[in-house]
């Protein structure tokens, strides 16, 4: 703020002002006019760090509004990581500020970050443990009394222990979400290896696995591989050096708005290529230099006619490709053989072989070039694959360990593992883990197949996150324990036997969120616990202590000292990650407390700047990578091979044990119109060469599909993040969430509309074979005709609905059917669904 509460720039509403302003152009708008003209005409807001609009704070020399103190901390919504400045007046939340000493940030945050406060004062809030006491689960009528902790977590340690000690201790799994302080997916791991169990799941499956995993099978780390900012190895701008920006299925002015901001600033002044490729238009594609929407799902046979016309013209970096790549010839070899031209890439997603070729020349001959994706991609049944080619697009133009390229694969998990010491006790044997997926725990608690799940806690709320909803809920209804934990009464709540009340990001001191291109912040402790609820790793802890009182196999040390109670203070647990962490030396507590900007990770020393590029030609990338193993050391690549890894013998035998190759052929979601080739799963579970602690079914790939459910089911649905306004459900459950943005609306193509009679704003139904969902017609040129775009997390039992007037919501992924999804990574497949809309 200015020191004389004269005019100031408004940084609050920068942001909230360019998505917000874009998004209320109407489909036929942006359709007919460039970016660049629409912006002329002031239908865009400038892409300026922060707006010209100028306001009068009356804050100024208010004694009521000046602020006792300042605190530090930062928002829990994305992965922009933005801090927040909270103005704390008489120990409550007063207001809400950006961080104007980081230039990524600018000062900006979107309209989502004010409602970090109405996560602490919200009526809705869990407020202390509970337990069931009467009502069918999942009943709206379901009856739960408040409990000590002590009573709740002896109750789930005694549950535990029964099961382990009949010999069913695989028979309990937890499932982790992106809501968690840093770190206590680490505790969790812990507890369960010395319980004896394998199922301790994170939330990959249903978030971005699949790129992680193809970035670590290539290039060696399963990491964003740039920066947003100033590499300070370099000296130069990161991502923001780059020429050309290749998007693909990410809508990041709505996912990520912030870090998006910091690019077409960039942007601005480089005169950087945008292209969005994404079957509807979004805020990100109303900026771009050109929008492209092929049709769902294919965007695998896009990329292979785009390395074609690449590899077949010579536009390849042939010195590169020399030094640093095993397998170019292979790959070559198997692109032509395959006949995956430009114009075979047309006739499966509907882009011209023409635009195909210019899209795959203007990357080649341009440097550097930086490509980035989400969960457009992280969510089809091919996404590994798909992940595995676009790597091989970045490798073989040479646009991977420079300043301004990559593969920047979003929210794929934490930078690295964070380590504790180890365990000091012998810990049981523990049997495979259940496959990955986002839905296996309801296949093994419906078909005791490989083995049945008895007691389940979870971290998110997988009555809104997993698919073909209807059959997850009578999973849910059967399972014998489930142990709830979060900070509403969400769906999921409503089928437990036990509920833990959780803090909110400014109810603690910790490391929550971090930036896709590894960077985290120390954030502070804003206001108290709210009620009688706790951190996520103190929980962890406490059930540690109340297993160690029952325990008739183990000592009380057994639990006690792996557990100890110095770690509920997160500094402390803090350095005990750092002091055993490869490549955490430099992340330590006192430096982050001093920083404006974030600190990225691997950062092995204090004197150390954090690595910005992966994999660059520099000593402080080799330093880094040598202090992650030291059997890296000389190496910039870190495969066994040193090099980018296309193709080597040993990934196609692994890959080939689950019905896939390191050379990836096409195939799609058979839901998908048209005869397309297409998956098939066997009965017969193999080791995942991906995810080896599990279990995976295998798979035939290149069977046609028959197109037949199509004749019932014309359109293709995909499903996704309604708007800016909402980060997974959370945020449904603020005041100003569900005010802005409390309506599903389903965009739909005017051809689809008028086809059987919808209008603007009619109440609609969507059916497909798996069920039905209701919402409001948003008719939308923005789209494929073929194709409508179903917003998720809304839910039934959201009750700031009712405070504002807005409709309740089953689940859109009632729609999903769950036998489809990517058996390496467990992604499913939420972008794409067979389906037929009409008028309520």
């Not at 609050?12 to 489909?27: H, N, P």
């Not at 091989?392 to 929210?411: D, E, K, Q, R, V």
């Amino acid at each position: 703020m200015t020191s004389k509460g004269k005019k100031k720039s408004s940084r609050r509403g920068f942001l909230q002002g360019v998505a917000i302003t874009t998004a209320a152009l109407t489909g036929g708008e942006l359709l007919n006019k460039e970016p660049a003209e629409a912006a002329a005409e002031g239908e865009f807001p400038a892409v300026t760090p922060q707006s010209t609009t100028t306001e009068f704070d009356f804050t100024q020399k208010s004694g009521v509004l000046q602020p006792d103190q300042i605190i530090d901390s930062a928002c829990q919504f994305c992965n922009s990581l933005c801090r927040l400045k909270v103005h704390v007046k008489d120990g409550r939340i007063i207001d809400v500020l950006g961080e104007p000493d980081d230039p990524v940030q600018a000062g900006g945050f979107c309209v989502k970050g004010p409602m970090m406060t109405q996560l602490v004062y919200n009526r809705f809030r869990l407020k202390s443990p509970m337990k069931r006491v009467g009502g069918e689960k999942g009943s709206p009528n379901s009856k739960f009394e408040p409990i000590s902790w002590d009573e709740a977590l002896l109750t789930i340690a005694r549950k535990f222990l029964a099961l382990r000690d009949a010999g069913e201790a695989r028979a309990i799994a937890n499932k982790t979400s992106g809501r968690l302080p840093r770190g206590t997916g680490s505790l969790v791991g812990r507890y369960f290896t010395l319980l004896g169990s394998p199922n301790d799941t994170d939330v990959g499956p249903v978030c971005n696995d699949a790129g992680g995993n193809a970035l670590a099978w290539t290039f060696g780390l399963s990491n964003f591989t740039n920066g947003y900012g100033i590499d300070s190895a370099t000296g130069k701008e990161d991502l923001g050096s780059a020429r050309f920006f290749l998007f693909l299925g990410t809508n990041q002015a709505e996912t990520h708005p912030v870090t998006f901001a910091y690019l077409l600033r960039s942007r601005a002044q480089t005169k950087a290529k945008l292209v969005v490729i994404d079957p509807r238009l979004t805020p990100t594609g109303a900026q771009a230099d050109e929008w492209i929407a092929p049709k769902p799902h294919t965007d695998q046979a896009l990329v292979l006619g785009m390395l074609h016309h690449i590899v077949t013209n010579n536009l390849y970096d042939a010195v590169f490709v020399k030094k640093w790549i095993l397998g170019f010839n292979e790959l070559k070899k198997h692109l032509v053989s395959n006949k995956y031209t430009p114009e075979w890439a047309a006739a499966i997603t509907d882009v011209p072989a023409s635009k195909i070729k210019q899209i795959a020349e203007a990357y080649a001959k341009t440097k550097p070039a930086a490509i980035f994706c989400n969960a457009g991609i992280s969510h089809q049944l091919g996404a590994f694959d798909t992940y595995r080619c676009l790597a091989f697009l970045a490798a073989i133009t040479g646009n991977i360990g420079i300043n301004g390229g990559g593969c920047n694969f979003m929210h794929n998990t934490w930078p690295g593992a964070l380590n504790l010491p180890p365990i000091k006790d012998k810990t049981p044997n523990k049997d495979i883990a259940l496959p990955v997926g986002p839905d296996y725990f309801a296949e093994s608690i419906l078909t005791s197949k490989p083995y049945q799940l008895k007691a389940i806690v979870t971290q998110g709320n997988p009555l809104l996150a997993c698919s073909n909803t209807t059959r997850v809920q009578e999973a849910f209804r059967q399972l014998e324990f489930y142990v709830y934990t979060g900070l509403f009464m969400e769906e999921s709540a409503y089928y437990a036997d036990i509920i833990l009340p959780v803090t909110s990001g400014f109810e603690m001191q910790t490391v929550y969120m971090r930036r896709d291109d590894r960077a985290i912040r120390w954030q502070n402790q804003v206001v108290s616990p709210v009620g009688e609820s706790k951190p996520d790793w103190h929980i962890w802890i406490d059930l540690a202590h109340a297993t160690a009182k029952l325990d008739k196999r183990n000592p009380p040390e057994y639990w006690r000292e792996n557990f100890p109670q110095a770690w509920k203070d997160y500094r402390n647990l803090w350095a005990t990650f750092v002091a055993n962490t490869p490549g955490m030396g430099g992340m330590t507590v006192e430096r982050m407390s001093k920083r404006t900007e974030p600190l990225r990770w691997p950062c092995p020393t204090v004197d150390h700047p954090g690595v910005s590029t992966l994999y660059l030609d520099h000593p402080s990338w080799y330093k880094a990578a040598e202090a992650l193993n030291p059997q890296n050391k000389g190496k910039r690549f870190l495969t066994p091979s040193g090099k980018i890894e296309i193709y080597t013998p040993l990934q196609q035998k692994q890959l080939a044990s689950a019905g896939h190759s390191a050379l990836p052929i096409f195939y799609t979601h058979p839901e998908v119109t048209g005869n397309n080739p297409s998956i098939e799963y066997e009965a017969q579970l193999v080791k995942n060469p991906v995810n080896p602690q599990a279990l995976t079914q295998k798979v035939i790939l290149g069977k046609i599909s028959t197109g037949e459910v199509h004749k019932q089911y014309p359109l293709i649905g995909i499903t996704g993040r309604s708007s800016v306004v909402h980060f997974h459900s959370v945020t449904h459950w603020t005041y100003r969430g569900k005010q802005m943005n409390g309506v599903r609306f389903i965009q739909i193509h005017p051809k689809a509309a008028q086809t059987v009679g919808i209008k603007n704003g009619d109440g609609i139904i969507v059916e497909s074979p798996r069920g039905s969902i209701n919402g409001t017609a948003l008719i939308w040129d923005g789209i494929r005709e073929d194709t409508i775009f179903v917003p998720n997390w809304f839910g039934q039992q959201q009750k700031m609905a009712e405070e504002l007037a807005t409709p309740y919501y089953v689940p859109a992924n009632i729609l999903i059917d769950k036998q489809y999804y990517d058996n390496l990574s467990g992604q499913q497949a939420f972008k794409c669904f067979a389906c037929r809309i009409k008028k309520a």
